[in-house]
């Protein structure tokens, strides 16, 4: 008995066609990765958990097991020694939009609650790091982008900042149409003149 696909995006033929150039499949492949890095820094998220997302939703037969999820994320442009494959597929796209996004809906409460304490902080002018959850955040994305990609001597500053949009970011796309705005702002980043 096979399980119904879950529809939070378009049938592929509704879907605007991913660009054609090799910048513009670098970009996206490069923000899925670092939003599901962001995903594994703020929820303390695994392979294991990215998994069980693909076979909830039905994306099992695109995403398999620990080594096609590595060969997709190795995909990116920005990790080290990526020695996964280079191309990126509709399908492959839209299996980790719809995967990033159920995670980010699945842990929209510590999402939520971080976005929350940043904009006190903000408000307060206290620096991202007086509060525990963004803290923590910080140190794990920090850390994980240092280990992984090849920029690995990038300046905290720039590291805080990267790791604060994409944490506000996955506030929108863990909601309601969440799969459908991160599908189009990939394709809106991807876009030369956008």
Known sequence: ??????????????????????????????????????????????????????????????????????????????????GGRKKLDVEEARSLVLMSCHLAQTHRQVIREAVD?????????KPPHSAAVLGDYLDRFCNFYQERMVDDDAAIAELTELALKLLIDLVFYSGSGGSRRLWLALLDRSNPTG
Do not use: C, F, N, Y
Request: proline share 5%; no cysteine.
């Open 1 to 82: 008995m096979s399980r119904p696909r879950l529809t939070l995006l378009p049938s592929l033929q509704e879907l605007p066609a991913l660009p054609a150039t090799v910048e513009q499949l670098d970009s996206i492949k490069a923000h899925l990765d670092l939003l599901l890095l962001a995903l594994e820094a703020i929820a303390d998220l695994g392979s294991e958990a990215m998994l069980e997302a693909a076979e909830t939703l039905g994306l099992d037969t695109v995403i398999t097991d620990r080594v096609s999820l590595w060969r997709l994320r190795q995909s990116s442009p920005l990790r080290k020694s990526s």
């Open 117 to 125: 304490r940043l904009e006190r902080l903000t408000a307060q002018r």
